[in-house]
């Protein structure tokens, strides 16, 4: 690590999928890069990566105060995101090409596994190349299944609002059910059930057996079997049985459930969705009930409304501390956070190496799921509950949430145009 001061611009971008944070770490980005001298200009890269490629960058030191303090309460990726992954030879030249002609000399880069992956790989060309620069990447997934942090913003919020349409669906159900009705929301998760785990959190203190009745993760084996018998055996005592599903559940043989498609994305992920639909046509074939299905879709990870205040302030907090450690001569990390021990819920961040964190996946600890499979042990609630703290609060107009939009004032292209090949 070296703490000498390196002059230059600095460039922050998003990528992957957006969360109700991710917003609130670009404006920890920028309220920090303006308190160092040694930064000159604040650059937003359009895009991710294809923004660098396309050298389509934005001027944030341009953007108004009101916009970028109402970042904090924005949902999805305001400066636009991609799932393109840098492999070919050209690219990554294009990259460090455009770095050099906007003397950039830190790099932001706000994702999950995979971004952390084209932020490791950039950093070391980077340093191949000669072209002195810090790089810092900043968590970023509505999965919580980044290694080397506790949790990730963007997961608190995800089992805020999910806990609240659960309780909400719950009194719908109780109203309707004469223990004949299956209800079974599909949530996102494709190899971990953090996100399907966190409905846990719906319950009543006093009242554990208050929906969901039933929870599936994709760490544990799908058995049709077990769960038909597991609806029964809710059916008898209750109106109703609501069913929480993570949307990568596998069978036995690791087979996804239900794909939405064929299709995969840049990084190789099969699209998935659809397994709630797959699994209520099920029960409605071999019981003698009613049975619905409700994919949250998109809504989960762009609820800002129902967002958590915890979650808002780490996510900030997250980028806040990317810019002072690349200052102090950090580079080639990212950004964690850090639970403290003991009561009250107190959290601090820290450094990872890049390389670590890159293309793993972080599963729920065996010894946090009952021995039922379809419930969650009180480590879980203990380690989930302080993450959905605090309600963030939105401005509204006529009636409805009044979030901001940049004003993406171009930065000028200095280069030839680029062309990105299939």
Known sequence: ??????????????????????????????????????????????????????????????????NIRGLRYTPASALGTCRYKLEKEEDFERVIEVFQAHEIRYFFYIGGNDSQDTADKISKLAQDRGHE??????PKTIDNDLVGTDHTPGYGSVVKYICTVVREFTLDHEA??????????????????????????????????????????????????????????VLKKERHCLVVVGEGLRDKDGNYLANASTSKD????????????????????????KARSAKLGTGQRAAAHCSSQTDNDEAFLCGQAAVQAAIAGETDKMVTLVRGEGDPYT??????????????????PESWIAEDG?????????????????????????????????????????LDKYVISD
């Open 133 to 138: 620069m810090r790089v810092i990447g900043i």
């Open 374 to 414: 379809v419930s969650l042990a009180f480590q879980f609630i203990k380690y989930a509950q302080p993450l959905i703290q605090g309600e963030v609060e939105v401005p509204h107009e006529n009636g409805l949430p009044q979030y901001v939009r940049l004003s993406k004032k171009r930065i000028r292209r200095v």
């Open 176 to 233: 309707m059910g004469q223990h004949d009705l299956v209800s079974i929301i599909e949530v996102m998760g494709r190899n971990a059930g953090w996100i399907a785990a966190g409905a846990t959190l719906a319950k009543r203190r006093d009242n554990p057996k208050d929906p969901p009745h039933l929870i599936y993760l994709p760490e544990s084996n799908f058995s049709r079997e077990k769960f038909l018998e597991d609806i029964q055996g």
């Open 1 to 66: 690590m070296s703490e000498e001061s390196l002059e230059g611009n600095c460039l922050v971008a998003q990528s992957g999928g957006p969360t109700a944070v991710i917003n609130a770490s670009v404006a920890g980005v920028v309220s920090e890069a303006l308190n160092h001298e040694c930064i000159g200009e604040i650059y937003g890269g359009l895009n991710g990566v294809l923004g660098i490629l396309k050298e389509d960058l934005i001027d944030l030191a341009e953007e108004s105060q009101q």
């Open 266 to 289: 840049d990084f190789g992920h099969e699209q998935l969705g659809g397994v709630g639909d797959y699994l209520a046509t099920f029960v409605e074939q071999n019981l003698a009930v």
């Open 347 to 364: 959290c601090e961040t820290g450094l990872v190496d890049l390389s670590e964190v890159a293309n793993g996946v972080k599963e729920i």
